[in-house]
């Protein structure tokens, strides 16, 4: 009784432990924007994923590259708009160019994450683009369009050159990450609109708010799901002892094998003068062995096992018989096979059995042989 209960609740603590990780993770992604390390990093040398992207926008050399050469590739990418103002916040229809130093001939895979609420993650700027020569490229300008998303948006780039990622080695890829921001300008004075006779103003869908509020709330995202997956483990674990209950009371009256600790039970075919000889069960029963053959199944270890591993045992699992004096084990054609020693014996036909030989069953029954003889 206790140790399934001790595996009940360490399973809940476990799944109560990934359920609160899981929910933490879209808590914080939901408030800090678009996840920047849930899709697959670039391989440039495996052309089975994407085909070359070429930016959308023109570039140029502009300048030689402010960062030190080397065998070691590296990147640096900076953003800036074309009004006096500068900084990284663009307005209406502000363009903007993307700058980015390589050190290095290689090549430029560019990510744009738009912001939270999205429907889509992003799109590829540009992928396994081969840059020809080292120096700062200038992308640009770019416009923003009719439907550009307000927010907070993220340029990621990964540069690949000489064997190796940047600033990651030849394995690892470590990304450089540009955040910029698009606002819309005002929108142009709409025209009066003609007096018309005033209706009754339709009331705010506050229900339907606060009801998205109390889904989105930190503490119902913990406490939801792991109450559903307690409730349905609970329910799991009472049919389950309902079932072993059940078992027990139907097999209580009916002897299954014969026990040396029992000899006041009466087995199928009576045994007379010394048992030839005897299996040990993991608790402590023993099966006794006579001199026909005997076939050992579900029922032999139904006393010794829970009703999971008890499923993996064949109604006939193997036979043991006797011949000149030697016993000999064989494998019934079981569901989950037989090992003696540690060895499978499926389909390998009678094997002689050695006193202190380890018979398994399908991994979940160990009995020992043992020879009176």
């Known amino acids: 009784m206790r140790r399934p209960v001790a595996a009940l609740i360490f399973a809940l603590a476990v799944l109560f432990a990934s359920l609160s990780a899981v929910a ?13 390390d849930n899709f697959t990093i670039p391989d440039p040398m495996d052309d089975t994923q994407h085909n070359e992207i070429k930016p959308p926008v023109n570039f140029i050399l502009h300048s030689t ?57 992003g799109r590829w700027i540009a992928y396994k683009w081969q840059v020809k020569e080292q120096g700062r490229w200038r992308f640009g300008p770019f416009r923003p369009g009719e439907d ?4 907070q948006h993220i340029y990621r780039l990964f540069f690949y050159g000489n064997g190796q990622w940047a600033a ?9 990450l540009v955040f910029w921001n698009y606002v819309k300008g005002p929108e142009e004075p709409a025209q009066p609109a ?37 409730i349905v483990l ?34 199928k075919a009576p045994l007379h003068g010394t048992a030839r000889a005897v299996l040990e069960l993991p608790n402590g029963l023993k099966i006794r062995l006579g001199e026909e053959s005997e076939i050992i199944g579900r029922a032999h270890v139904a006393r010794s096992l829970g009703l999971d591993d008890l499923g993996m045992i064949s109604k006939q699992h193997f036979k043991i018989s006797f011949t000149d004096g030697k016993a000999f084990i ?7 096979g037989t090992a003696v020693n540690a060895v499978s014996i499926r389909n390998s036909g009678p094997l002689e059995l050695k006193d202190g030989d380890v018979i398994e069953m399908a991994g979940k029954a160990s009995l020992k042989f043992r020879s009176n003889h």
């Open 148 to 151: 550009e998303l307000e927010g």
């Open 65 to 121: 590259t402010a960062l030190p050469s080397g065998e070691s590739p590296d990147v640096v990418a900076t953003i800036h708009g074309t009004s006096a103002e500068g900084g990284d916040t663009f307005t209406g229809g502000e363009q903007w160019y993307l700058d980015v130093d390589v050190n290095m001939p290689g090549w430029l895979y560019i990510y744009e994450y738009y912001p939270p609420g999205s429907d889509d993650q």
């Open 234 to 267: 609970l329910a799991l674990y009472g049919r389950r002892r309902l079932r072993e209950r059940n078992y027990t009371r139907k097999t209580a009256q009916q002897p299954l094998v014969e026990l040396l600790e029992h000899p006041g039970i009466t087995p």
């Open 330 to 336: 064989e494998d019934m054609g079981s569901a989950n």
């Open 194 to 230: 003609q007096p018309t006779t005033p209706s009754t103003p339709e009331q705010p869908a506050a229900a339907d708010n606060n009801l998205l509020k109390f889904m989105t709330n930190p503490l119902f995202l913990l406490i939801a799901p792991s109450a559903i997956v307690i």
């Open 24 to 36: 933490l993770t879209y808590v914080c992604a939901y408030a800090m924007g678009a996840p920047t």
């Open 168 to 176: 990651g080695g030849s394995e690892a890829q470590r990304s450089h």
